[in-house]
């Protein structure tokens, strides 16, 4: 069975905090992603990295950065959090399929509130 | 860019009817993935589509993907409470290493 396992379930830090979000992965999969998901907007990319030091900007990367230095480990930094940065995150990692096609799985989630 | 749009967004279902969640998006692609959300949980895997023509079923749901029209439905059959749920489709855009776009989900409410 995949796990994918992320540091917090709950968070709750003030505005301009520096917040890591942890995110392991036992698959030994090579690409890792960071979602944020909102209501009424689904999940948005907001990095992914296909292999070690490698990471590439999704859709909504600003106020964001990650880190890889380990496989099995894909960390998400909000340098400066910010309320708008209020969401659910979730990590995810995918296994290929073959015919270019991957499988993602998800890890559980971190609610995050910056008051 | 790829747009993901499903409709509708909510659907409140009488118990014992039929459904039909529609996925439409707006670049070629023949990989379509449908996952399931329970409320305050992740995101579970359902269905993966890699052709055109596919067809899937689990129990009461059944999916399928038209890559010609660029649709791909779900079909929920005899609807049942345990079924509530937000559901989303996702596509992975050619030579995506994997990235998907996600709709922005349908909740699903079964009521008797």
């Known amino acids: 069975d995949v796990k994918v396992t992320q540091s917090s379930r709950y968070l709750v830090k003030r505005t301009g905090e520096k917040v890591f979000l942890e995110c392991v992965q036992d698959?030994?999969?090579?690409?890792m992603f960071w979602y944020r998901q909102d209501p009424g907007l689904g999940l948005r990319l907001i990095y992914f990295?296909?292999?070690?030091?490698?990471?590439e900007k999704g859709d909504i990367p600003e106020g964001y950065s990650v880190s890889r230095e380990k496989k099995e480990r894909f960390s998400l930094i909000l340098e400066s959090a910010s309320t708008n940065q209020t969401s659910m995150y979730l990590c995810?990692?995918?296994?290929?399929?073959?015919?270019?096609?991957?499988?993602?799985?998800f890890g559980p989630g971190t609610r995050l509130t910056v008051t | 860019e790829l747009k993901v749009e499903q409709n509708p967004l909510f659907l409140s279902m009488q118990e014992g009817k039929n459904y039909t969640i529609y996925c439409n998006y707006s670049t070629t692609s023949d990989r379509l993935y449908w996952y399931r959300q329970d409320p305050g949980k992740s995101l579970e895997s359902l269905f993966v589509?890699?052709?055109?023509?596919a067809v899937k079923q689990e129990g009461r749901l059944m999916a399928s993907l038209d890559t010609k029209a660029r649709l791909s439905t779900l079909h929920i059959t005899a609807a049942v409470h345990d079924l509530s749920a937000t559901y989303f489709c996702?596509?992975?855009?050619?030579?995506?290493?994997?990235?998907?776009?996600f709709g922005a989900g349908t909740q699903v409410v079964v009521t008797p």
């Open positions: 990295s296909y292999d070690v030091k490698m990471k």
């Open positions: 698959m030994d999969h090579e690409n």
């Open positions: 589509l890699l052709s055109n023509g």
């Open positions: 996702a596509v992975a855009p050619t030579d995506s290493w994997g990235k998907l776009q």
């Open positions: 995810a990692s995918s296994s290929y399929l073959g015919h270019a096609a991957y499988e993602q799985y």
